[in-house]
């Protein structure tokens, strides 16, 4: 799986079943398969179980939008890292 970029960005996902998680994105690779650490969910009482959990790969497929709040983005280390040549693949 090729990573397509690292980022520290906050950011809250919202999956399917409708638990919304808050983290840190650390990666996302190219089947949109997303990273995050340091993660809080956002209604604890309905999800007591994810209280021990600090990082999570989440699958692409289930996740029908993200959030990254304007004022968390790091404008010149996005275009710094898009401006960055994709690295060759192995063959």
């Known amino acids: 799986i090729t990573t397509l970029f ?4 906050k950011s ?5 079943n409708d638990l919304s998680i808050c983290g840190m994105l650390h990666s ?12 809080s969910v956002t209604d604890p009482e309905k999800y ?4 021990s959990v600090k990082n999570c790969l989440i699958q692409g497929s289930v996740v029908p939008y993200m959030q990254l709040p304007a004022d968390e ?5 996005l ?3 898009a ?3 994709p690295l060759p693949q192995k063959q």
């Open 83 to 85: 401006r960055k040549e």
């Open 12 to 16: 809250v996902v919202e999956l399917k």
């Open 48 to 51: 007591p179980h994810m209280l």
């Open 28 to 39: 996302v690779d190219q089947y949109l398969n997303i990273k995050l650490t340091n993660i």
């Open 79 to 81: 275009q710094d890292v």
């Open 73 to 77: 983005i790091h404008k010149q280390l």
């Open 6 to 9: 690292y980022s520290f960005f």
